[in-house]
């Protein structure tokens, strides 16, 4: 196996922030079938709305496009359904 030799960055900025090319402490990555990155990061506050993390750490896609995220600080798993039309 060959080491990589190029490698750019596909998200994400030298400053944490709330832009989305912004990250803030990124703890998982997947990419789906059609490249697109979805990355875990600290959340947007421990609040009880269902938009809300505090403390995502993992995510995964079923093969219906449901989007599970692991929130470790609200002690959840959230669903979502991605609209791939939108």
């Keep these: 196996m060959e080491s990589a ?6 998200t994400g900025s030298q400053d944490e922030g709330n832009s ?3 990250l803030s ?4 990555v997947v990419v789906d079938q059609s490249d697109t990155v979805y990355v875990t990061g600290d959340g947007n506050g421990r609040l009880e709305q269902s938009n809300q ?3 995502p ?3 995964s896609f079923n093969q ?3 989007h599970y995220v692991v929130d470790n600080g609200s002690n959840r798993v959230q669903k979502s359904n991605i609209d791939s039309n939108a």
């Design 20 to 22: 989305r090319k912004q």
């Design 53 to 55: 993390l505090n403390g």
């Design 64 to 66: 219906h496009g449901n």
């Design 57 to 59: 750490v993992s995510l």
């Design 5 to 10: 030799k190029i490698s750019i960055v596909v």
């Design 25 to 28: 402490y990124p703890h998982g």
